[in-house]
């Protein structure tokens, strides 16, 4: 009995270590859809707002639409500037059937910004974009 206390205390302690460790990770959902649209349970328009620099946990799930890359990729998912269209530092990614977690850091520019498919993927792949906001980082998110 004492050793289980004293195991119980040590984990608590390690739980609580591993939440000071940093930011939180900001979990974002997607679903990257057959008929080439972003999807975000729960959002008639989904749209993406992160704060600026924080880290993000960018889990997508995609599903084959009309045609593909022949490197097998399905969908893109490319984040851009939106007032000049540049692309994003490490938000250039190229999705496979399936689920795929991505490690990210928000843009450190607060601002708008759009995600656009780059992948070919039917003939309404240039509807397949996604507002995607930065906020300054010191906002309070809901
Ligand atoms: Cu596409």
New binding site residues.
Partial sequence: MMTLKRGLAALTFCCLCLAQSGPPVHVIEVLADKD?RYKIAGMGRPEITVKAGEPVLLRITARK?KSWNRDGSI??FSLLRARDRSKVEGWNLLLRPGTQEFQLTAPQDPGEYVVV??????EE?EG?TMKFTVLPSETVLP
Wanted: charged share 0%; proline share 0%; net charge neutral.
């Fill in positions: 080439s639409g969908h893109g498919c780059t992948v070919i993927c039917s792949h397949m």
